[in-house]
């Protein structure tokens, strides 16, 4: 087994990580760039190139890869210009000339892009390409991927995993800690806008206020099945997929603090957490995430300014405050997901996640309500425009 782990650029994280024994590969980018990634720039710590190019050294004196994301899944057409166009081809030569082993892609453009001005970098297509079935993959190793991250939406469906694994011979790689709804019909959506949220070139030209985000979070700790449901992969679980062939994992957030990464990495090197499942996940958590660049939200051209201020007031959430999982009663919930297909029914008709839910989940529902009044309240005047006025 081997992790890929995030980083938020502390160097003090890289004996820790490296001692795991495990701990293969750091990744990360800058907030703003000409490409983008899936995550908005000001969630990210504002990092220089010098110090993007110092860390990469220093992963590298303590034996740990550096992969750096150029995974936006739109360029917001910049590529179909001049100026666009020597930017992004820039950016690559950089990353590649300050020593980074790979980089992750989220298109077939910015794949052939890679190959073309870094040849020596290796590839990695991202989660948001959702390569789900085995013929994509096949494609994607025909275009020159070295390694691909399998849509974290598969993570139940090991019919297809094995599927997927059988076709390649490229590495995979699955993310371990995810937490989006299963299925989020505003996925493509909510990446698309982070992407252009952490260009660069849309830094000053709106002001993100993450609907996606707020949407789908108030319906989770209004409705925790939906966590239930979420293609997260318990530490104990990952035999499982060593089993079907897969060796690597991912551990995510760019933004989460120093304690709170090294805690779920530890978790997963030692294939066992005792605690809270929500502590490991990708949820709202006071204590797990470094601040927010609250800068970008000045920018009162296109906004509200005081009625923005319940975004910052929203974002001092825990969702481990409304919602309790104890991961231990959690032992055997995968042996039903061996033998069915989410994607062949309706969770209505299937029930399992609710039985589960019903048995494992502690739910403040009086505390989740009053939260959920207060996203309502914010949901409600986005739409309504009153933001803007």
Not at 253 to 267: M, V
Not at 306 to 329: G, P, Y
Request: proline residues 4%; aromatic residues 10%.
């Amino acid at each position: 087994m081997k992790l890929r782990v995030s980083t938020n650029w502390d160097t003090a994280l890289l004996q820790p990580m490296a001692e795991t024994g495990v701990v293969e590969e750091l990744y990360g980018k800058m907030a703003f760039d000409a490409v983008g990634g899936p995550r908005p720039g000001f969630l990210l710590p504002q990092v220089t190139r010098e110090q993007v190019a110092d860390y990469v050294a220093a992963c590298h004196a303590h034996g740990i890869k550096f992969n750096y994301l150029l995974n936006a899944l739109s360029l917001g057409n910049i590529q179909y210009s001049r100026e666009g166009f020597a930017r992004i081809v820039e950016l690559i030569e950089w990353v590649a000339g300050i020593g980074c082993d790979t980089a992750t892609v989220g298109t077939p453009f910015m794949l052939r892009m890679v190959k073309t001005y870094a040849p020596n970098l290796k590839i990695k297509v991202s989660t948001v390409a959702r390569v789900n079935n085995a013929q994509m993959a096949r494609r994607y190793e025909d275009l020159g991927a070295d390694e691909i991250i399998v849509d974290e939406n598969l993570n139940r469906n090991f019919r297809m995993l094995r599927a997927i694994r059988e076709a390649v011979a490229c590495e995979l790689e699955l993310i371990v800690n995810p937490c989006c709804m299963w299925p989020c019909p505003a996925m493509s959506d909510h990446v698309i806008s982070d992407g252009h949220a952490s260009q660069e070139h849309f830094r000053r030209s709106h002001c993100y206020l993450q609907l996606p985000h707020f949407c789908c979070t108030r319906e989770r700790f209004s409705n925790p099945v939906e966590i239930i449901k979420a293609r997260w992969i318990r530490p104990e679980d990952l035999a499982e997929y060593e089993a079907i062939g897969y060796r690597r994992f991912k551990v995510v957030e760019r933004f989460k603090n120093s304690r709170a990464l090294l805690h779920h990495t530890r978790a997963y090197a030692n294939r066992r957490y005792d605690g809270n499942l929500l502590d490991l996940l990708s949820l709202p958590n006071r204590d797990n995430y470094v601040a927010p660049c609250f800068e970008y939200f000045n920018q009162p051209e296109h906004i509200n300014m005081e009625k923005v201020l319940r975004v910052a007031q929203m974002l001092e959430f825990s969702m481990s405050d409304l919602i309790q999982i104890d991961n231990r009663k959690l032992d055997g919930f995968l042996e039903f997901f061996k033998t069915c297909e989410c994607e062949a029914t309706t969770c209505e008709r299937c029930g399992y996640c609710q039985n589960i839910a019903d048995t494992v989940v502690v739910h403040r529902r009086g505390e989740a309500l009053a939260h959920q009044r207060e996203y309502d309240a914010f949901i409600e005047s986005m739409f309504a425009g009153d933001v803007y006025r």
